[in-house]
């Protein structure tokens, strides 16, 4: 029988390795199998657009030392939680923790379950409900894997984030080959009539297209501060927090290079910008037919890592809550032998699962889910950068194994740029609709739903606390 220990703590289990995998997993997933070429629609030349991509990784890098030196000072489970708990309080944690759980890590998990429904019904069809039925499949398989103990979710992480990276190589791969065989004459008929009718560049050049080409990028990018959820188990964390995060981001960063410039040798910068399916398109004009099961396979098994490592994180900051606020005591029980928050895990799995059915029921499924989560995300992204600067602040004498190099101008940087993604994510909204409301207003919604439970939740400690008194 499992050990329920509701006073102990996360132990140091995972080794570098297994941090790295868990960091290149979230990180990697359908994103560079999509938005290559919405950015390529928005780059002036090829110039710009691998600048695009080296501009993204150098922004995710300078988050990631932001992320290093809270995680080594402030070491803890609850990753974001933590850091904003001890800069702004209770109430502004508390909400962060509501909606990670209803928003934030959810609808990642939810709009990842759609890819990866997408993409295996192009292999094995479920029916007219497949998508659904594949991604509701994935949730539970991986919520119960990950129930079993931190060791077999860690362990499947290595194994599909094996299988994600092999996959990114096979597209570098793909396009070496179709440049050295002049295989990009050959395209499939929509793609060569795009190349055929496109201008020979891409979009003119404005700071705003190119920054409009940034949101999509850093979007790709995005999931690497997951990584401050596993400090508190990381062995080492002193030393290998750093080369976690940056290595990671080093690897991923040079994966997407080596991606886009394969796609550019087999399409060029005018095929990638009209082609609905970049990466789809260059495996089938490298390998034929193949090419489509392939790729289907790819992005399905790029989501499936996606969503483990999702939850495997994500369940931390719902057990950091737990163990502040009495109402939600549940959720801070860890498993001791396990090694992992099992209440947390199946809330936020079942959860997820409602989200899936809300996002198949209005028909958007990813889309509604990507607009559904973004403004909140990003959000609170801005304000664990600003809470960098009020802890240097308040809390002076606090060891520091790791500090931010050239600060405050790097901290500066990051917070600029999760403001400008926050704009561009409430400005930048689509037709997915929740009872006639924007999805991106109903994510905003939710957090107002999490500013009254907070008021509720509160009141109701202070009534227990009078009573012990009396």
Not at 13 to 31: D, F, K, N, Q, S
Not at 254 to 275: C, F, P, T
Request: contains cysteine.
């Amino acid at each position: 029988m499992s050990q329920v220990d509701t006073q102990g703590a996360p132990r140091q289990t995972l080794g570098m390795v297994e941090a790295i995998a868990i960091v290149v997993g979230i990180v990697i997933g359908a994103g560079i199998f999509k938005a290559p070429s919405l950015v390529a629609m928005n780059s002036a030349s090829e110039a710009w657009l691998m600048a695009a991509w080296i501009l993204g990784g150098v922004i995710s890098i300078i988050g990631a030392l932001c992320y290093c030196e809270l995680a080594t000072a402030y070491p803890s489970a609850g990753g974001d939680y933590h850091f904003l708990h001890r800069a702004f309080g209770r109430q502004v944690s508390f909400l962060f923790a509501w909606c990670r759980f209803s928003v934030i890590t959810t609808g990642s998990i939810a709009l990842l379950a759609f890819v990866f429904g997408d993409y295996m019904t192009q292999v094995i069809s479920l029916g007219p409900y497949s998508s659904a039925i594949w991604g509701v499949a994935s949730v539970l398989l991986l919520t119960w894997l990950n129930v079993r103990g931190v060791k077999q979710g860690a362990a499947t992480q290595v194994l599909l984030t094996g299988f994600e990276v092999a996959g990114l190589v096979l597209v570098f791969v793909a396009g070496v080959y179709a440049a050295w065989a002049g295989l990009g004459a050959s395209a499939p008929e929509a793609v060569a009539a795009a190349k055929a009718a496109a201008p020979a560049g891409g979009a003119a050049f404005s700071l705003g297209a190119f920054g409009f080409a940034m949101v999509f990028v850093l979007l790709t990018f995005g999931g690497w501060n997951e990584g401050a959820y596993i400090s508190a188990e990381l062995r080492d964390r002193e030393r290998n927090m750093v080369r976690v995060m940056v290595g990671s981001l080093v690897l991923v960063t040079l994966l997407y290079l080596a991606a886009n410039w394969a796609y550019l040798a087999a399409l060029g910068l005018s095929g990638m910008g009209k082609s609905q399916a970049v990466a789809a398109d260059l495996l089938r004009i490298s390998f034929g037919k193949t090419g489509e099961v392939l790729i289907s396979l790819m992005v399905a098994i790029s989501a499936l890592t996606s969503i483990n490592a999702t939850m495997m994180v994500g369940a931390r900051s719902n057990f950091a809550a737990g163990r502040d606020w009495d109402a939600l005591g549940k959720l801070g029980e860890w498993v001791e032998d396990r090694g992992t928050p099992v209440n947390a895990l199946l809330a936020q799995g079942a959860f997820a699962l409602l989200l899936i059915g809300l996002g198949w029921a209005t028909g958007g499924g990813f889309s509604t889910m990507v607009e559904f989560t973004a403004p909140v995300f990003w959000l609170f992204f801005l304000l664990a950068g600003v809470s960098l600067f009020v802890l240097r602040a308040r809390e002076p004498n606090t060891p520091r194994p790791f500090k931010v190099p050239f600060y405050p101008i790097l901290p500066i940087i990051f917070c600029a740029a999760c403001a400008y993604m926050l704009q561009s994510s409430l400005g930048y909204v689509g037709g997915n609709t929740f009872l006639g409301v924007n999805a991106a207003w109903v994510g905003v919604g939710v957090l107002a739903i999490g500013a009254v439970l907070m008021v509720m939740l509160g009141g109701l400690k202070r009534e227990q606390i009078a009573g012990m008194k009396r």
